[in-house]
């Protein structure tokens, strides 16, 4: 007989002053740790506040997702693997800056989970510490799988022509872009107003984060009153991280900083190590109709050089487009989500999408506005259609690495898969009677 972990522990609420008092109970024993009810409930309400659906009776599948990360959690700890806390931290305050947003006040989101900050705080370091050496732990389990092309041919071969995935239409897509000229008198206006809010919080008639919330036009931390939270400084543009990281006086606000969203004034609250908490104010200048006008007749003339006079388009990137991020790529646009510069149409900025859906491959687009979500601002931009990719079956000639991918994937699972099936033959399970009659992805829990 296979040796197994087995520690006992009673079925027993953790209050037992009445049935209908029950404060808390342990409804599943996983080898040594318990699953309480609290902890299914708060998952359900996590996943209903984030908008993520439950495959199933959420009574079934969250204890048995818990039971299953429980497994990996103890493997990682007998593997002894770490994880980086600086990686931990900087995903916590992430989620923490994004729960606040969303519901509007560190005040409201405590109301909302009836917890503290700091409790929120701590039970989130614990989940994304987890997360993060579950990912590790599954990562080392299928690190040596590595399909050959060989296994490849086979797995598409194998396949159904109904299971042989679409590729959706792709496109590349290549850009040249202007901001606006702002000119000097809304610039200097701009820096008056921040001055004043400066001087208005040094003389005491005002406080940096009512002014924050009534004037910031950064919408999301303009509702924390102008705070955005522990950032470390690569998170930060270069302009502002420089300034941020050098205060020192909680009671002082730094002078005017102009970065690419526009001009800040910036306030310290508090800095523990490499991370610093502060508060902003942003305002942005205004783009008159005017300077719109003038900025699409600069990339009118920039298109005649193109379409008429034979320039080159990366030519014509190099000379005359201000978007940093792709002037040393030719224009050519990357994808964010894969890193590639392939986009489906959805994946585009609208305003794009729409100009690139109307262009036949090697085609360059009218000049239009748009507006740079990232930065909050409008643009003004011309557009080539690089190459075009229609929907398609996937195989092997265009496509071979998504399908080693679904191969991959294909593996990987099956891997997972078998190793938590012999983990629950090997360590010790339980399950309140009343939380059994589940249909479970993986049947090996109740041993009769």
């Known amino acids: 007989m296979k040796n197994k972990i087995i520690i006992l522990f009673a079925l027993f609420p953790l209050s037992l002053s009445a049935q209908d008092n029950v404060i808390d109970e342990v409804v599943w024993i996983v080898g040594e740790e318990a699953i ?33 990360q429980k497994l990996f959690l103890h493997q990682a700890e007998l593997d002894s693997i770490e994880v980086n806390e600086s990686s931990v931290s900087s995903q916590v305050d992430m989620r923490m800056n994004y729960y606040v947003s969303q519901i509007g006040s560190k005040e409201k989101m405590e109301e909302y989970f009836r917890k503290t900050s700091s409790e929120i705080r701590e039970e989130m370091m614990t989940m994304v510490r987890n997360q993060m050496i579950i990912q590790q732990m599954q990562a080392k389990l299928t690190e040596n799988i590595s399909p050959t092309p060989a ?44 001055r004043d809010y ?7 008639s005002a406080d940096f984060s009512m002014l924050a919330r009534l004037y910031s036009e950064d919408v999301e931390s303009a509702k924390r009153g102008g705070e955005l939270g522990f950032v470390g400084k690569g998170q930060l543009v270069t302009e ?3 300034v941020a990281f050098n205060l020192t006086d ?21 800095r523990k190590g490499d991370r610093v908490n502060c508060r902003h104010i942003l305002l942005k200048p205004r783009i008159s109709a005017d300077d719109k006008v003038r900025a699409i007749a600069k990339l009118d003339s920039v298109r005649a050089l193109v379409v008429d006079s034979g320039l080159v ?35 585009l900025p609208p305003e794009i999408a729409k100009q690139i859906y109307m262009l036949s491959e090697g085609e360059v687009s009218v000049p239009f506005v748009m507006m740079d ?26 496509d071979f690495q998504v399908i080693r991918e679904m191969l991959q ?24 009677p009343a939380w059994r009659g589940c249909d479970f992805e993986y049947p090996g829990w109740v041993h009769e």
């Not at 299914?40 to 309400?45: I, K, S, T």
């Not at 909680?250 to 508090?270: A, C, D, M, N, W």
């Not at 690089?386 to 398609?392: C, G, L, P, Q």
């Not at 994937?409 to 309140?432: A, C, G, H």
């Open 36 to 68: 309480l009810k609290s902890e299914v409930e708060e998952e359900r309400l996590r996943a209903q506040y984030e908008g993520t659906p439950i495959p199933g009776d959420p009574y079934c599948v969250i204890p048995e997702q818990l039971a299953i």
């Open 151 to 194: 296994e490849v041919r086979r797995f598409y071969n194998s396949l159904h022509q109904d299971s042989i995935p679409m590729v959706p239409a792709q496109v590349e897509v290549q850009i040249i872009s202007i901001e606006p000229t702002v000119p000097v008198e809304e610039t200097e206006r701009i820096k008056a107003r921040l």
């Open 198 to 204: 400066t001087e208005r919080v040094h003389n005491g």
């Open 240 to 242: 502002f991280a420089n």
């Open 250 to 270: 909680p009671k002082r606000v730094s002078r005017v900083v102009q970065t690419e969203y526009g001009f800040h004034i910036i306030q310290l609250i508090e």
């Open 313 to 347: 388009f990366e030519a014509a990137v190099a000379k005359f487009s201000e978007d940093k991020s792709t002037v040393m790529s030719g224009g050519l646009m990357t994808n964010m989500n894969t890193g590639a510069s392939k986009f489906e149409y959805q994946e």
């Open 373 to 398: 979500r990232a930065k909050n601002k409008e643009i003004c931009v011309l557009v080539k259609l690089k190459t075009k990719r229609e929907a398609h079956k996937a195989n092997l000639v265009d």
């Open 409 to 432: 994937q294909k593996l990987s699972q099956e891997t997972i898969d078998q190793w938590i099936r012999q983990k629950q033959k090997e360590i010790y399970v339980s399950i309140d």
